[in-house]
Each structure stands twice: as structure tokens, then as C-alpha cells.
């Protein structure tokens, strides 16, 4: 039932920000029309018990829009997720040392990005989505996707954590990548769900 609910926590949150459109009453002898809609994802309420298998967290490259492209190199837009990257247990001590690390660095029309995966073998503290926050946003609580200007993003379950770098907070590429696990997270979660029904 809790993975239920999470999940439809997640859906509800993807379709009001994608749906929500402003409505707006032209004066007369004008028209007005929505130019682009963004959706965001807030993945900070997951459940920390749904795993995510490692090999299917990067995104294919044949999802990316046009005049965008994915890069070999390491670049992070973040000073913090850069130093992350670079020195993950020193940088967080209470995480240990990640089994796996992987990135996908993106560039083009739609701005600079990566995305970073970490894999841990032990669960990750109880904290974990605390102290994240404190190392990227300096508070206790990460902010509202939907309405902060923050380049960083997370999610961070038992033993997995993803972040997101972007350049541009609304960048088309990195909400192509979080439309990519939500949709990862929600199969997961439904195959939990019906394993655990039979």
C-alpha cells in the first residue's frame, strides 16, 4: 500500500506542474496563447525501500531533442556536485565509499548538464535526504522543485542516489532524464506491488 501511495504522490506531482497552464483573459482585440509548458519532478518524497536497478538509470541518447547531445567528458555545472563526484566519501563520510559510479554529461541548445549515479552497497543513513539538502541548498529540506532556481536536484533512496546538474533549472534534457525515471520508479514500484499481492 505505501508504494501505492508514493506512486500516486509522484503522479499527482508530475501532473499538476505539467498541467497546470495559466489562464489568462486577453483584453479585447488580443489573444493569448501558452508558449511552452515544463514538467517537474520531486522525487524527495520516494520511498526509501525501492530499488532501482543500476544499468537501467542512464537514459539513451535517442531520447535527447534535437540540438542537444550527450558527452564523454565529465562536466558539472556544480562546484558541490562536481567535489561530489570527484570525492564522494570525502565529501559525504557518513555515505562511505559508492560500489558504483557512473555520469551522463549533456550539452547543447538546451544548456550544460550532467546527471550522477551512485550505487551503495550498505543502506545509506536515515538522514541522507538531510544532509544532501545541507550540502547543495544549506538547508534542512530541499526546496520545491516547482519553484526553485537551484541547478542541483536529487534522489536519494537506501542505496541509490541520482543528481541532477543542469544549467538551466527547466532544461528540456533534464526533464526528459527525470521523465525517464519516473517512469523507471513507477514500474519498479508496480512490479513490487503486484509481487507482493501474490
Known amino acids: 500500500m505505501r508504494l501505492i501511495a508514493v506512486l500516486a ?108 549515479f551512485f550505487e551503495y552497497k550498505n543502506v545509506l543513513p536515515a538522514n541522507a535526504k538531510e544532509q544532501l539538502s545541507k550540502l547543495f541548498f544549506k538547508t534542512s529540506a530541499p526546496p520545491d522543485p516547482n519553484e526553485s532556481t537551484k541547478i542541483e536536484q536529487f534522489l536519494v533512496n537506501d542505496h541509490t542516489l541520482i543528481v541532477w546538474t543542469f544549467k538551466n533549472p527547466k532544461s528540456k534534457v533534464k526533464e526528459l532524464h527525470q521523465e525517464h525515471i519516473f517512469n523507471l520508479v513507477s514500474e519498479v514500484a508496480t512490479a513490487a506491488q503486484n509481487q507482493k499481492g501474490k
Open 9 to 116: 504522490g509522484l503522479v499527482a506531482c508530475v501532473a499538476l506542474s505539467s498541467a497546470q497552464q495559466p489562464q489568462f483573459k486577453a483584453p479585447p482585440g488580443y489573444t493569448t496563447k501558452v508558449e511552452a509548458v515544463h514538467k517537474t519532478y520531486n522525487f524527495y518524497g520516494l520511498t526509501r525501500t525501492l530499488a532501482l536497478p543500476w544499468e537501467r538509470l542512464p537514459m539513451a541518447d535517442s531520447k535527447l531533442t534535437a540540438g542537444n547531445s550527450s558527452s564523454p567528458a565529465f562536466r558539472s555545472p556544480s562546484a558541490t556536485a562536481t567535489n561530489l563526484y570527484n570525492d564522494p566519501k570525502g565529501t559525504l563520510p557518513e555515505f562511505g565509499t559508492p560500489s558504483r559510479q557512473a555520469f551522463q554529461t549533456y550539452k547543447g541548445k538546451d544548456g550544460d548538464g550532467c546527471v550522477l
